[in-house]
């Protein structure tokens, strides 16, 4: 299958989304949520569009969907993840927007900055399961601290322990999974075992997927690279003791020859390879990314845990897909009921048959941790789960030539920590100014 995230972590940049953003907002009027019997017994024709990365998952849906009443039809429109904000943003533009959008989290907030999603925040409020939906995709639906856009589906970055290779090294996973100390002692023990068996494994040439693996071990000591509020942000890099500390293991790494030497040049192409071979100890990476394609052999003798900080602590970054209403939906009332469908336990829980996870605490059931027991670490811990509210997010974390690969690679394969964490606080703020203007 086609992996979850690896389009949108190799993403160069949205293209003419600027522009297209610029005249979005501020057209059409959002829908009234407050009247009575919104999002019930609705009818007719409910338009969705979704990324092209979760057709298969959002299929599943509509199917559970049609199966269960009869009054709505869900007309599924996929859009490639590389053109989805440039079309969102002209058919907004036009007055032509879908009922429904399945929006990349990380880019929510570029519409909803723009006053072009409507205000759910009484129908979350409202939600019985409330509290246990997922906080980092709240975050990045938020604004004046209403919500715009609802959690769907979770794509989460954890770390995956070949049990194996731990057992033959005489290394605890507990204990070596929890601190960077523990992290360096275990990969130098699995990398000792034989020729073209490493510890650990980044691919050091993938901005997008770097940012996705690498920012939670930052993040688990809360703190971030970015500061401030949208409209007045700047980077928070130099100086960064959490930053440095990141920068200096996966340089070690890369010195000892604790990860493979392709990791230089590693796009994340064939992001699963090394792992699904059975050689690596470590790998940070998402659900979607490891489960769907490896051998059940090695999945049973897999361990999920959470990414560390340098003392301790824990995070991952909480990806996945949000539920907006356009302003201006035709049919918002059918939206809001197929969304509610979707949040059902019943509905979360086959999420991991198609690659992501649940957004929902509760959906962590005994007979959930059977089916899919490396689904379940984020969800023991969703409050650990975080990821940054920038409009900028893209240019920095995911462009090849943006800040975040420029430091990663001259820290990491140079050695020139301080100076690259310099020059990216440059170009961190420099960035974030124009995101912002």
């Given amino acids: 299958m086609t ?55 959002n299929e599943a849906m509509v199917e559970a969907f049609h199966a269960a009443q009869e009054r709505i039809r869900v007309e599924l429109t996929p859009i490639p993840n590389s053109q989805y904000v440039t079309k969102l943003a002209t058919a907004i533009r036009g007055r032509r927007p879908p009922d ?94 034989e020729e073209d068996v490493y510890g650990w494994s980044y691919p050091g040439n993938a901005s997008g997927a770097l940012g996705f693996t690498v920012q939670p071990h930052i993040w688990a000591t809360d703190t971030d690279l970015i500061a401030g509020q949208i409209g007045g942000q700047t980077g928070n890099v130099a100086g960064n003791e959490s930053v440095r500390r990141t920068l200096e293991l996966l340089r070690t790494f890369w010195e000892e020859d604790l990860v493979p030497p392709v990791a230089y040049a590693d796009d994340a192409s064939r992001w699963n390879a090394d792992y699904l071979s059975g050689r690596i100890g470590m790998k940070p990476a998402s659900y979607g990314v490891i489960v769907p394609d490896a051998d059940p052999a090695l999945l049973e003798r897999t361990e999920v845990r959470l990414l560390a900080g340098p003392d301790g602590g824990v995070s991952f970054f909480d990806g996945g897909d949000n539920f907006a209403i356009p302003n201006g939906a035709a049919n918002p009332s059918a939206a809001w009921e197929y969304v509610r469908f979707c949040l059902e336990i019943e509905q979360q829980s086959n999420l991991p048959a198609g690659g992501y996870t649940p957004v929902r605490a509760d959906a962590a059931t005994d007979a959930f941790r059977e089916q899919f027991p490396l689904a379940v670490a984020p969800l023991e811990q ?17 462009q090849p030539d943006g800040p975040w690969l420029e430091m990663f690679r001259r820290a990491v394969f140079a050695g020139e920590i301080e100076a690259a964490m310099d020059e990216a606080q440059d170009r961190y703020d420099l960035i974030l100014r124009q995101g912002d203007a």
């Avoid at 979005?24 to 969705?48: K, Y």
């Avoid at 507990?174 to 523990?182: H, R, V």
Wanted: with cysteine.
């Fill in 3 to 57: 992996l979850s995230r690896r389009d949108f972590l190799a993403l160069a940049g949205i293209g003419g989304a600027a522009a297209a953003l610029a005249g979005c907002g501020g057209q059409l009027e959002p829908a009234d949520v407050t009247v009575a019997g919104f999002g019930e017994g609705a009818s007719g024709t409910l338009n969705l569009w979704c990324r092209s990365d979760t057709l298969t998952g």
């Fill in 100 to 193: 429904l959008v399945d929006i990349d989290d990380i880019y929510s907030a570029l519409f909803i900055y723009r006053d072009a999603f409507t205000d759910l925040t009484p129908l979350i409020e409202e939600l019985p399961y409330r509290d246990r939906l997922s906080p980092g995709h709240l975050g990045l639906a938020t604004k004046d601290d209403r919500f715009y856009a609802v959690p769907f589906l979770a794509d989460n970055s954890v770390l995956f322990c070949n049990l194996d290779l731990f057992e033959r090294a005489g290394v605890d996973v507990d204990e070596a999974t929890g601190s960077f100390a523990g992290y360096l002692e275990a990969a130098r023990a699995i990398s000792a075992l």
């Fill in 382 to 398: 969703l409050d650990a789960g975080y990821a940054p509210l920038s409009l900028s997010y893209n240019r920095i974390y995911n």
